[in-house]
């Protein structure tokens, strides 16, 4: 728990607060949500309204309440109130029992942890549009929905309230910052997994096969409920939006919100990336929604939430969304492991990861992964990448240990039973004490060398038992390393990426620079590497840029060629170990992954 949250007001929480919210959209294309909150039952000079920074899932202060316009407060006449910080507005109340608050909030931002609203739909998350009464952060919420047509239908987790329409109950701020809404003429398809409903509302027009994503969003279902033992709600529900390039998740407790390309439905690799995407957010359901450290136990939604341990909870949860849909079927070992091959290759391409330490990644979300610029390759490692890398070494490590008797898996069941089942937060050493249970060895050593240094990661260490092996692709081929990264952009050649060390960053070349001509000849960006073949390792360049509209001319001493692909093989002569290893990890023969 936070000092921030600790420092909470409680002794007025035990007076129960009628608090209503209507949110109306009379006019959906101005971008406004109209929000109106009643309060009943208040019996204070004052009244204290704060909206989130943040929304859980998504670790940056996102200052919602920067799209707060048209601020009122109402008794029998209008109140007084003042600004006392960004998102505080501090309301004279005069002991007065009934409040009305009045506001409006632009919505032009289609994401998943953000609010959009135009002709076609309307959708919000709570964090983003509601306010909370410190102190009374436990107090039963009713919202009530104004659809702008009639036809406009409402989507969310929360429970409707019979008799009443459009309206729904959340038990607390919690359950209602938890509960995105979806306003429009989506589409909603119903489906059942293990005699539990399950719906999947759907905005936006694309290439969807609806049956064919809720047959395999089934089998993804299933699998991770074996895992675990069963499904923790009621009911779930899918939100889908299909836009023109989107990507992304956000996990609830009974809900997710997806945002994907429209057409990205086509290719299998895309499907499959999807279908990734839907694996990963409904393992959150368990993991970080319930099992979650200790820094989110309690949510301080005024200030930066701070832990070591998201590499577990989005990282592992990175592991799984490879590995979900291989164990449903959805796709065989070989795609398995290619994708896991194409993520190591993004893992040993990334040059961040010598500079930022995994749990030192997990605690600078805040300022870090989520603020990218166009050094951040430089000096960063996502979590979700290197913890995911770990992931897949703990997996392994504990599989050849135990003749893949236990597993991953088994760290995932022990940890729902010991914290998630009764919402405990973990510390960082309460996790590696779980995972050093489960291996049934110290691990220490690994933990230190892989959360809390930058040493590289092992792979064939790992790969080896079970007869398999980490190898690059050759560079025969390949042109000379230079170590920037060169796009065209409204007519020009920019240098978008810079490597550090690189011989184009010794050589005094900067992001931003625009690429002129390579040995005093023109140069574009889809000629860079042709050009570049002409040449070998050792030579020296002359490149000509404008810097900052300043012409200059650059030597470069070329280096080596360096890897750009990496792939997971079978060892040539594997042992009847190995192949029975393989076997008890992939079901499958080596020979198969040929």
């Known amino acids: 728990m936070t000092e921030a949250t600790q420092l909470r007001p409680t002794s007025r929480s035990r007076t129960q607060l009628d608090l209503h919210y209507q949110i109306a959209m009379p006019q959906p294309e101005s971008h406004l949500f109209e929000v109106t909150l009643q309060i009943k039952g208040w019996d204070a000079d004052v009244l204290d309204l704060k909206m989130p920074v943040w929304t859980p899932g998504s670790y940056l202060v996102r200052e919602y309440a920067r799209h707060l316009q048209d601020f009122k407060a109402e008794g029998k006449q209008s109140l007084t109130w003042r600004k006392l910080s960004k998102n505080h507005w501090q309301i004279d109340t005069s002991h007065l029992s009934e409040i009305t608050v009045r506001y409006r909030i632009f919505a032009n931002e289609l994401t998943v942890r953000t609010n959009h609203l135009d002709a076609t739909h309307g959708y919000f998350n709570p964090a983003a549009l509601c306010f909370y009464i410190p102190g009374f952060e436990k107090n039963l919420i009713r919202i009530t929905i104004a659809p702008p047509h009639a036809d406009w239908q409402v989507a969310t987790p929360l429970e409707a309230i019979a008799g009443e329409p459009n309206t729904f109950v959340a038990a607390d701020f919690d359950t209602l910052v938890d509960s995105p809404f979806e306003i429009g003429r989506h589409q909603l398809y119903e489906f059942e997994v293990l005699q539990k409903p399950h719906a999947l509302a759907v905005w936006g027009q694309g290439s969807l096969d609806a049956?064919?994503?809720?047959?395999?969003?089934?089998?993804?279902?299933?699998?991770?409920?074996?895992?675990?033992?069963?499904?923790?709600?009621?009911?779930?529900?899918?939100?889908?939006?299909?836009?023109?390039?989107?990507?992304?998740?956000?996990?609830?407790?009974?809900?997710?919100?997806?945002?994907?390309?429209?057409?990205?439905?086509?290719?299998?690799?895309?499907?499959?990336?999807?279908?990734?995407?839907?694996?990963?957010?409904?393992?959150?359901?368990?993991?970080?929604?319930?099992?979650?450290?200790?820094?989110?136990?309690?949510?301080?939604?005024?200030?930066?939430?701070?832990?070591?341990?998201?590499?577990?909870?989005?990282?592992?949860?990175?592991?799984?969304?490879?590995?979900?849909?291989?164990?449903?079927?959805?796709?065989?070992?070989?795609?398995?492991?290619?994708?896991?091959?194409?993520?190591?290759?993004?893992?040993?391409?990334?040059?961040?990861?010598?500079?930022?330490?995994?749990?030192?990644?997990?605690?600078?979300?805040?300022?870090?992964?989520?603020?990218?610029?166009?050094?951040?390759?430089?000096?960063?490692?996502?979590?979700?990448?290197?913890?995911?890398?770990?992931?897949?070494?703990?997996?392994?490590?504990?599989?050849?240990?135990?003749?893949?008797?236990?597993?991953?898996?088994?760290?995932?069941?022990?940890?729902?039973?010991?914290?998630?089942?009764?919402?405990?937060?973990?510390?960082?050493?309460?996790?590696?004490?779980?995972?050093?249970?489960?291996?049934?060895?110290?691990?220490?050593?690994?933990?230190?060398?892989?959360?809390?240094?930058?040493?590289?990661?092992?792979?064939?260490?790992y790969l080896e038992p079970f007869g398999l092996q980490l190898v690059a692709d050759k560079v025969d081929h390949q042109p000379p390393f230079v170590g920037m990264t060169v796009k065209t952009e409204h007519g020009r050649e920019a240098i978008k990426f810079v490597e550090s060390g690189s011989p184009a960053h010794q050589a005094g070349i900067d992001i931003g620079d625009e690429l002129l001509a390579l040995n005093g000849l023109r140069v574009s960006a889809d000629q860079w590497s042709d050009r570049l073949s002409d040449y070998a390792p050792g030579d020296t360049i002359e490149l000509t840029v404008f810097h900052q509209d300043e012409l200059r001319t650059y030597s470069v001493t070329l280096a080596e060629p360096r890897p750009t692909n990496y792939q997971i093989v079978p060892v040539d002569r594997p042992t009847p170990v190995q192949e029975q290893n393989c076997a008890g990890w992939l079901g499958c023969s080596l020979a198969s992954l040929r």
């Not at 970080?288 to 832990?307: H, Q």
């Not at 592992?316 to 969304?321: P, R």
């Not at 990448?385 to 088994?410: A, P, Q, T």
């Open 211 to 461: 049956d064919q994503v809720i047959a395999d969003t089934q089998k993804i279902i299933a699998v991770e409920a074996s895992m675990f033992g069963g499904l923790p709600y009621d009911r779930y529900l899918f939100l889908l939006h299909l836009s023109s390039q989107g990507f992304g998740g956000l996990e609830h407790k009974t809900s997710c919100t997806l945002n994907y390309s429209r057409f990205g439905f086509r290719s299998q690799d895309k499907y499959n990336r999807f279908m990734q995407l839907v694996a990963h957010e409904f393992f959150h359901l368990w993991n970080v929604k319930r099992i979650r450290p200790k820094a989110l136990e309690v949510f301080d939604y005024d200030n930066e939430n701070y832990t070591p341990s998201l590499w577990f909870s989005e990282g592992t949860t990175s592991y799984y969304d490879l590995n979900i849909p291989f164990r449903a079927g959805i796709y065989n070992a070989q795609t398995f492991i290619r994708a896991l091959s194409k993520e190591i290759t993004r893992f040993l391409t990334t040059p961040g990861r010598r500079v930022q330490p995994l749990s030192e990644s997990s605690f600078d979300a805040w300022i870090k992964l989520y603020r990218r610029d166009a050094y951040s390759d430089n000096s960063q490692m996502s979590y979700y990448l290197k913890g995911e890398m770990v992931s897949f070494l703990l997996d392994l490590l504990i599989r050849e240990r135990h003749g893949n008797e236990r597993s991953l898996d088994d760290v995932m069941r022990r940890m729902w039973h010991q914290f998630g089942q009764v919402e405990i937060g973990f510390t960082a050493d309460e996790l590696q004490g779980v995972i050093e249970s489960v291996a049934d060895k110290s691990l220490s050593d690994f933990f230190h060398r892989y959360l809390h240094t930058v040493e590289e990661l092992p792979f064939n260490d």
